[in-house]
């Protein structure tokens, strides 16, 4: 998300109406809490326009609510194991929005989650898990004599 906020009508033409009166874009920017690039392109855009419309936002529009990104947020939580493809017919399901298993994971990577395969490997015996206990009981000690090397060159050891 970016890190800038819009502009309601009411605030542009506040800010427009300021200038109009003679105050000066340094005191509108400390007073409102903007940039000067903000207050000037405002104010140039009045002037050439006459209007205060502001563009229309850049790319596509969001598939998802902020309400329907927090219902995905709580399902995925709720349920761990669930891929982006089921997440997908959850929130179909239960609101009527139809979106891709990409959107599903991007919304959850905005609030903090990530999908997480399982690592596949063999499972131990319980022969080689004996070993490998008994391995580690042997060998604990190990730690004393095994320093890395930056240790073992000190300074003051030369």
């Known amino acids: 998300m970016s890190n800038h906020q819009r502009l309601d009508d009411g605030m542009r033409w506040r800010i427009v109406g300021r200038l109009e ?21 405002l104010w140039k855009q009045f002037q050439d326009t006459g209007s205060i419309e502001g563009k229309p936002g850049q790319g596509h529009p969001r ?36 979106v891709s298993r990409v959107t599903v994971s991007k919304r959850l990577h905005e609030t903090g989650l990530f999908a997480r ?16 206990l008994a391995w580690c009981r042997e060998h604990r000690d190990w730690s004393m004599y095994w320093r890395p090397f930056s240790s073992m060159m000190s300074p003051g050891s030369a």
């Open 21 to 41: 009166a003679g105050q000066s874009q340094v005191q509108i920017c400390r007073e409102f809490n903007l940039t000067p690039r903000v207050v000037c392109n």
């Open 63 to 98: 598939a998802t609510t902020a309400t329907e990104d927090r219902y995905l947020s709580i399902i995925a939580r709720r349920n761990r194991g669930a891929t982006a493809s089921q997440l997908s017919r959850d929130l179909y399901a239960a609101t009527g929005t139809c």
């Open 117 to 132: 395969r399982p690592a596949v490997c063999v499972p131990l015996t319980s022969t080689n898990g004996r070993v490998r």
